[in-house]
């Protein structure tokens, strides 16, 4: 029983409340996505090129940082399956990309064949990650600082491996003519005093990288979520006695799974290496962005990974064109303000 004239609160208030809010961010972000949209499909105005440097300085940005946040993704989409997924803290993993790259660079230069030296990346470091996961990270099953200083000093050995068989020259991928050359985008960058409308053209190659990246993030959530395969890796990490109990061989689950992340860190390699280039070095910086990727997603989630690569691909490009100066400090304002916020990450789980 109420006490009279105690006032109750209408049921479906905190209800209503909530589903307000939710209006209210569905429709900020509906406002945000046609501003956007009217910024990279229509005319500026002299004001806005004046104030964002040109239309097609903006628009390359954001295009750059998707393709680079396509990249991110495939390295750390490995590396969340690794480390987010299984828990093994393998601080060699921007060591497998940059040898995955020369591994490939190598084969596609001997046979002519750049598919070959993709595929060779991809199955050669899967190798790889399976002789780690059974010699290394088997004996050192939970045992975080032991896995941390033994991987370390795994990457060390082979960044001087890498530096003593390549050298320190920098190598280019020769791509196939079909992914050459430049596509022409429905984007006006301009109109010429004669009424003539410039196009956008940008590169075929990078558009496919995000392409390949979209897809390779939506197989890798099916598979996770939606699989037999998928259920025994996420049983095997919350419980893996019960899972062993039930019949399942977990060691050669995880061998499988660290295996299936090391070869994208190789895919990842042979992809970035024809982006941009082969060189020392590269295994550091992928390894800092996959990091900082998997903690801003959540570590373990995939869809986490992506949103984690998206933000900070963004933040990169952009700032190298407008905060030249300070734009690697973009990356580390957005993982500080998304630990002071959701110290889990974005997606992941409390």
Do not use: C
């Amino acid at each position: 029983m109420s006490n009279p004239g105690q006032t109750t609160e209408p049921q479906g208030l905190s209800a209503g409340g909530s589903f307000s809010r939710r209006q209210g961010w569905i429709i900020l972000g509906l406002i945000a996505g046609a501003l956007l949209a009217w910024m990279v499909f229509g005319i500026w105005p002299a004001w806005l090129n004046a104030i964002l440097i040109s239309k097609k300085a903006f628009v390359s940005a954001i295009l750059n940082g998707l393709t680079l946040s396509g990249l991110y993704f495939l390295v750390a989409s490995g590396f969340t399956l690794v480390f987010g997924l299984m828990r093994n803290v393998n601080l060699a993993h921007g060591s497998l990309y940059l040898l995955g790259a020369y591994v490939g660079y190598e084969v596609s230069t001997r046979t002519g064949y750049w598919l070959l030296g993709l595929a060779a990346g991809f199955i050669v470091l899967a190798a790889l990650g399976a002789l780690m996961q059974v010699l290394v990270f088997r004996k050192l099953e939970g045992d975080d600082l032991r896995q941390t200083l033994v991987t370390i000093g795994i990457s060390i050995v082979a960044a001087d491996l890498m530096l003593a068989t390549w050298g320190g020259t920098t190598y280019q991928f020769q791509l196939p003519e079909w992914l050459e050359g430049a596509v022409s985008l429905p984007i006006i960058t301009a109109i010429k005093s004669n009424g003539t409308t410039v196009y956008l053209n940008y590169p075929l190659y990078r558009m496919l990288v995000l392409v390949a990246a979209i897809v390779i993030g939506i197989g890798l959530w099916l598979i996770l979520n939606r699989t037999r395969v998928g259920m025994m890796i996420r049983a095997g990490v919350d419980d893996r006695a019960m899972l062993s109990a039930s019949g399942v061989n977990v060691h050669m689950v995880f061998t499988v799974v660290f295996a299936l992340g090391a070869g994208l860190a190789g895919f990842a390699g042979v992809v970035g290496g024809s982006v941009l280039s082969v060189a020392p070095g590269e295994d550091v910086r992928y390894l800092l962005a996959s990091l900082v990727v998997v903690i801003v997603g959540g570590m373990g989630s995939i869809s986490g990974a992506a949103i984690g690569a998206l933000l900070i691909g963004l933040a990169e490009q952009i700032g190298l064109v407008y905060f030249p100066t300070y734009g690697v400090v973009l990356t580390f304002v957005i993982m500080v303000i998304t630990l002071s916020i959701r110290p889990q990450g974005i997606m992941g789980k409390a």
